[in-house]
């Protein structure tokens, strides 16, 4: 290997590594609540969406017009995956914070993968505060008293 070839090497593992980094939080706010994806499945979407945005710069170049369709298979794939967390039990439909988080940890991954880590690190902050903070707000609307013509 040539000195730039480890460097390029170096460089995909630290951009893997950060994608993992900026997931775990994610992935441990839905773990702590028992939800059906969590602190193994977050991370592996966001190196999944990163190694795949990696693995297409290098085989089409970073300016190819193929990027799109490489992106359009990353969203159609994460929002599988995603829809897989959502349940329907009783006419009530669960899990689609975790698909939501999903969704936006495969554009965490990609966004690393670009090295747009701004918008990485942005989207980390954003669904790991909307999921922790959101909490007491949730837990506020479903304790509302009974309106009065249901007393």
């Not at 945005?53 to 994460?78: D, F, H, K, N, Y």
Request: glycine residues 12%; hydrophobic residues 45%; proline residues 3%.
């Amino acid at each position: 290997m040539t000195i730039s070839s480890w460097e390029e090497s170096f460089s995909h593992i630290v951009s893997l590594a950060l994608a993992y980094a900026l997931a775990l939080p994610v992935g441990w706010n839905r773990e702590k609540d028992e939800r059906s994806a969590g602190i193994r499945t977050f991370p592996l979407v966001a190196i999944a969406s990163c190694g795949f945005v990696l693995v297409g710069i290098a085989i089409l170049g970073r300016t190819s017009p193929a990027q799109a369709r490489l992106l359009e298979g990353l969203i159609t794939g994460v929002g599988f995956i995603g829809g897989g967390a959502i349940l329907k039990h009783a006419g009530k439909a669960s899990g689609t914070a975790t698909a939501a988080s999903l969704w936006a940890t495969g554009a965490l991954g990609a966004a690393v993968g670009y090295g747009l880590y701004d918008i990485a690190v942005t989207l980390s902050l954003t669904t790991f505060l909307t999921l922790h903070l959101s909490h007491p707000l949730k837990r506020a609307s479903q304790d509302r008293t009974e309106p009065a013509d249901r007393q």
